[in-house]
C-alpha cells in the first residue's frame, strides 16, 4: 500500500466471521490475509459473493481491497468482506449509499445458528415421541 494515497477501513461480519477490511484506489488488486482473492476464496461464488458491492458500484477495477478475516467458515468469511468492503465504500464516497443500500449490502446479514435447547438432540429436532 502507499501512504500517500487515502485510506478507508470498515468492519464487516456474517455469522461468526469478522472482517477488517481497507480499501485504496488503485488497480483493482484484491487481497485476502495476504493472499489472492481467488485462491483465499477456492469457489468462484464465494469470490463474486466478496466483491459484489464493487461490482454494484462498478468500481472493481479502480479500487484495491485489503482485508483480514478471522472466525467462521468460508461462506460466513465471504459475507463479511462483503459488508466490510460496502461500508468501507460508503466511507469513500458517500453518494454510493442509495446503490449500496438497494442492492442490500450494507445491512449486515442476523442470521446465524441457533442454539441447541436443553433436553433435545439439536436447535429443533426433538426425541421421538412414545405413547406407550
Given at each position: 500500500m502507499c501512504a500517500d494515497k487515502a485510506v478507508f477501513s470498515a468492519t464487516g461480519r456474517r455469522k461468526t466471521a469478522t472482517a477488517r477490511v481497507r480499501i485504496v484506489e488503485g488497480s483493482g488488486k484484491l487481497v485476502v490475509n495476504d493472499?489472492?482473492?481467488?485462491?483465499?476464496?477456492?469457489?468462484?461464488?464465494?469470490?463474486?459473493?466478496?466483491?459484489?458491492?464493487?461490482?454494484?458500484?462498478?468500481?472493481?477495477?479502480?479500487?484495491?481491497?485489503?482485508?483480514?478475516?478471522d472466525g467462521g467458515g468460508v461462506s460466513g468469511q465471504a459475507g463479511a468482506v462483503a459488508h466490510g468492503i460496502a461500508r468501507a465504500l460508503q466511507k469513500l464516497n458517500p453518494e454510493l449509499r442509495p446503490a449500496l443500500k438497494k442492492a442490500?449490502?450494507?445491512?449486515?446479514?442476523?442470521?446465524?445458528?441457533?442454539?441447541?435447547?436443553?433436553?433435545?438432540?439439536?436447535?429443533?429436532?426433538?426425541?421421538?415421541f412414545s405413547k406407550r
Open positions: 493472499r489472492e482473492f481467488e485462491k483465499y476464496f477456492s469457489h468462484e461464488n464465494f469470490a463474486k459473493q466478496a466483491y459484489a458491492p464493487l461490482l454494484t458500484v462498478e468500481l472493481r477495477d479502480k479500487i484495491d481491497v485489503f482485508a483480514n478475516v442490500g449490502h450494507l445491512k449486515r446479514d442476523p442470521r446465524a445458528k441457533e442454539r441447541k435447547k436443553p433436553g433435545q438432540p439439536g436447535a429443533r429436532k426433538r426425541f421421538q
